[in-house]
């Protein structure tokens, strides 16, 4: 009688099983609602997840802005080191690009201003983020504090963020932290997970 249901229980063991191997990953990725997005730079490569269930919103704005080849031929334009490097508005000749509207701001969502992570840029509107987003050089929880929406995370290419940050700036068109020689952002890409 005990034996009855043996074979439901293994059904069961099997599952879960299959669950914790394939439904239940590490932060670093591979969780359900994660994208890859590389960024051919002038620099090299960074390759950055996106977190479509942390930041629905912000991912799916950044991600139609990768698809729509906006970023293509962009410039980071503002770099500042042992802080952040923002980027994906402004064209070599410091012409802002049109964008689409503004979106929701989606700060509270658990994710933090650490190295590496990405977040929008915005003005003091919190609903202000359109196209442009900067990478974390250093842990900055200050801007936890100020209400900036991370959507991801730096998994390949810190190296090539830490060279940007270290790169020539000055002013250019009334812009501080202009890099001197500018840094293009040649293509954005979503790719496939290794």
Do not use: W
């Not at 991370?150 to 202009?178: C, L, R, S």
Request: proline share 5%; glycine share 8%.
């Amino acid at each position: 009688m005990k034996y009855r249901n043996s074979g439901v229980y293994l059904f069961i063991v099997a599952a879960a099983l299959v669950f914790l191997a394939f439904g239940c990953r590490s932060e670093k990725g591979n969780l359900k609602g994660l994208k890859m997005v590389k960024l051919e730079t002038t620099k090299g490569a960074i390759v950055i997840e996106v977190n479509e269930t942390a930041a629905p919103v912000t991912a799916t704005n950044f991600l139609q802005y990768v698809q729509d080849g906006f970023y293509d031929g962009t410039i980071f334009h503002r770099v500042i080191p042992n802080f952040m490097i923002q980027g994906g508005g402004f064209t070599p000749d410091m012409k802002q690009k049109p964008t689409r509207p503004p979106i929701v701001n989606e700060a509270k969502n658990g994710l933090k201003n650490k190295r590496g992570a990405i977040a929008m840029a915005r003005l003091n509107d919190p609903n202000s983020a359109t196209s442009q987003f900067y990478i974390n050089h250093v842990d900055n929880a200050n801007l936890d504090k100020l209400g900036y929406a991370v959507f991801g995370q730096v998994v390949e290419g810190m190296d090539v963020v830490d060279a940007i940050a270290k790169v020539e700036t000055g002013i250019k068109d009334m812009h501080q932290n202009v890099p001197v020689e500018p840094v293009i952002i040649k293509s954005a890409k979503v790719v496939s997970k290794k």
